[in-house]
């Protein structure tokens, strides 16, 4: 059963617009959020990451947002530009706080 | 300031062979996780592991998987016998030490892509 689900498998954006893309998770226990981006024949690179003390964090042009009651967290991307283009996963802390628990990734693709 | 290390980059492998996948963490990081991509999913942990230590073996299949991280040199994933459902991206990933803190950014490797024929 998944623990952390990506329900958007892709996401469209004209360059300069707003990339919003959503996960949701099960366990109300989980208190450690990240969010990291993928290029094809790459490992994944950390973006930004939140934790459950607070609702927001931002980091220059990406925002993460945490809404605990709703188990729902965003990732905004403001402006989007076409290098943003790839697979971003949402991932969340174990409770023992050692193994990342991924989504299945929203591949991103920014036209200019 | 190299970033984490694997290899090789891609490995081709028969039925019933071994596999030995490789990963230098960054420099300063003794934490080392090991997680694995089948094609269209997310990546799911293996091991957590600490020089000459396995933590957390949790995501680990019980048979042909091991892994160690010995005091000198890269931590190993060891795939005895492989058989196709082997096929994958295997990623290393590492973190700073840690205090009481558990919420260190994990960094990952390239990868290892896997194919088994």
């Known amino acids: 059963d998944q623990q952390v689900k990506q329900n958007s498998p892709s996401l469209s954006v004209q360059e300069g617009r707003i990339s919003i893309l959503n996960c949701d998770y099960t366990?109300?226990?989980?208190?450690?959020f990240l969010w990291y981006k993928k290029y094809p024949a790459e490992g994944p690179t950390f973006l930004i990451s939140?934790?459950?003390?607070?609702d927001k964090n931002e980091d220059g042009r990406f925002t993460v947002f945490l809404n605990k009651s709703a188990k729902h967290l965003s990732l905004h991307i403001v402006p989007s530009q076409p290098g943003d283009s790839a697979v971003y996963f949402c991932?969340?802390?174990?409770?023992?706080?050692?193994?990342?628990?991924f989504g299945k990734g929203t591949t991103l693709s920014v036209s200019s | 300031n190299a970033g984490v290390m694997q290899n090789p980059r891609h490995l081709v492998r028969r039925r019933g062979q071994e596999a030995r996948l490789r990963c230098s963490p960054m420099?300063?990081?003794?934490?080392v996780y090991w997680y694995r991509q089948l094609p269209e999913e997310g990546l799911k942990f293996m091991v957590y592991?600490?020089?000459?230590?396995?933590?957390?073996e949790s995501g680990m299949p019980k048979e042909r998987f091991s892994a160690e991280f010995p005091k000198e040199g890269p931590s190993i994933l060891r795939i005895q016998q492989v058989v196709r459902g082997d096929s994958a991206a295997y990623f290393c990933?590492?973190?700073?030490?840690?205090?009481?803190?558990?919420?260190?950014?994990?960094?990952f490797g390239p990868g290892t892509r896997l194919t088994v024929l």
């Open positions: 990933a590492s973190s700073p030490d840690r205090g009481t803190f558990h919420t260190d950014t994990q960094y």
């Open positions: 366990n109300s226990m989980f208190d450690y």
């Open positions: 939140i934790s459950s003390i607070k």
């Open positions: 991932a969340a802390l174990d409770q023992a706080g050692t193994a990342l628990i």
């Open positions: 420099k300063g990081h003794s934490h």
């Open positions: 592991l600490q020089k000459e230590n396995i933590i957390d």
